[in-house]
């Protein structure tokens, strides 16, 4: 799944298919455990010291006006997602597909395009299975 993300980042989109194929047969277990981490650290990479609300709203805007498929990404659902990530305390009553279509287009657009390192990518997918295992565990 490490590597599903990774290459959906890069924008490596052959090697994404494969992989998705790949886990269309033998399945998507933990998936969504792993993408909930991985998004709330790129959210927490993307706002290290917390953000208002006025913030959120605008990192929303602006990721729905340049991601594909984000103009039809409800925004309230967004900022409610968003805002959980920086505090973990906020309830969210998101129904579960578009709280993964929400963290996919929030991860490609703070991680995507370049705006980090391969390295900085590898340490926070690394971060990211290391808490979804342990997620899984509990």
Known sequence: ???YIRTMV???????DEIEARLDSEGWDGF??????VFYFAVNRR???????????????EM????????ETDAASAEKL???????????????????RIQGLTILHTLGGGAVTDEDLDALLGEAATLANRLRLA
Do not use: C, Q, Y
């Open 64 to 71: 729905r006006s340049t991601s594909i498929g984000g103009p």
């Open 82 to 100: 968003v805002s959980a990530a920086l505090n973990p305390s906020l309830d969210t009553d998101i129904e579960p597909m578009s709280a993964g």
């Open 10 to 16: 890069k924008g490596e989109h052959a090697a994404n």
């Open 1 to 3: 799944m490490v590597a």
């Open 32 to 37: 969504g455990t792993f993408l909930g981490a």
């Open 47 to 61: 706002f290290p010291t917390g953000a208002s609300r006025d913030e959120v709203i605008r990192f929303v805007g």
